[in-house]
């Protein structure tokens, strides 16, 4: 007996945004686009608690397109009061929201093949990948970096910094004058990430041995 196997057949905005990964053109690390994201959610639990937004700005030749930014709202299946004094979305307001696969496509259709950039990325990679999960769909394929690393490289001068240091993104924005008055919005928080990635890397580049591709998240991480 010959066994075949047919190709699993995906939606077509999953296919278009895979295609963005099949480019021979290779640019270099500065003329590429990053994208520094946040979500806000109802916890912290990736079987059980959901996005409620999705914020993210573009990053280009070191100059961030605030005009072209991101942000969009989810419809709550799932909602938790106890969040809402943190980030301040509830679960019936004005604000338009989407369905959990509406939002999946803007945000698939924004990223394409960007470098994701994000503080304690890990967790929102997770939270993002959770939700193509639930619509049958695999882990995004972007290449990440963690602000968090980047700034903690920044510190690491002497054996007297503890590399094992934790720092909140309150801390490196406080550290770079950065204003916090969007703080614990999704876009806020995102804007917050591309200024610490633009600073901590203009830091770095002044050492020779220094390559953002060591910086890339392994799948491992989240």
């Given amino acids: 007996m010959i066994w075949t196997f047919k190709k699993k057949k995906y939606p077509d905005y999953w296919e278009a945004y895979l295609q963005h990964f099949e480019k021979k053109e290779k640019k270099t690390l500065e003329l590429s686009r990053f994208v520094a994201l946040d979500t806000e959610t109802t916890g912290f639990?990736?079987?059980?608690?959901?996005?409620?937004?999705i914020g993210a700005v573009s990053i280009v030749g070191n100059e961030i397109s605030?005009?072209?930014?991101?942000?969009?709202y989810l419809k709550q299946s799932h909602f938790n009061p106890e969040s809402v004094p943190i980030h301040g979305i509830r679960q019936?307001?004005?604000?338009?929201?989407f369905s959990e696969e509406d939002a999946m496509?803007?945000?698939l259709?924004?990223?394409e093949d960007a470098v994701l950039i994000a503080h304690h990325a890990s967790f929102d990679i997770q939270m993002i990948?959770?939700?193509?999960?639930?619509?049958?769909?695999?882990?995004?394929?972007?290449?990440?970096?963690d602000t968090m690393d980047l700034y903690a490289n920044t510190r690491?001068?002497?054996?007297?910094i503890d590399k094992r240091a934790q720092y909140s993104l309150?801390?490196?924005?406080?550290?770079?004058?950065?204003?916090?008055?969007?703080?614990?919005?999704?876009?806020g928080d995102a804007l917050i990430a591309a200024l610490i990635f633009l600073k901590t890397t203009a830091l770095l580049k002044k050492s020779k041995s220094f390559k953002l591709e060591h910086y890339f998240l392994k799948s491992n991480r989240f």
């Fill in 45 to 53: 639990d990736f079987y059980i608690d959901r996005i409620l937004s």
């Fill in 66 to 72: 605030v005009a072209e930014s991101l942000e969009i």
């Fill in 92 to 97: 019936h307001g004005m604000t338009t929201k």
């Fill in 105 to 107: 496509k803007q945000f």
């Fill in 109 to 111: 259709n924004y990223i």
């Fill in 129 to 145: 990948n959770a939700a193509l999960n639930r619509m049958d769909l695999p882990n995004l394929k972007n290449k990440v970096i």
């Fill in 156 to 160: 690491i001068k002497s054996n007297f």
């Fill in 170 to 187: 309150d801390d490196i924005a406080e550290a770079y004058a950065i204003n916090l008055i969007d703080r614990h919005t999704a876009p």
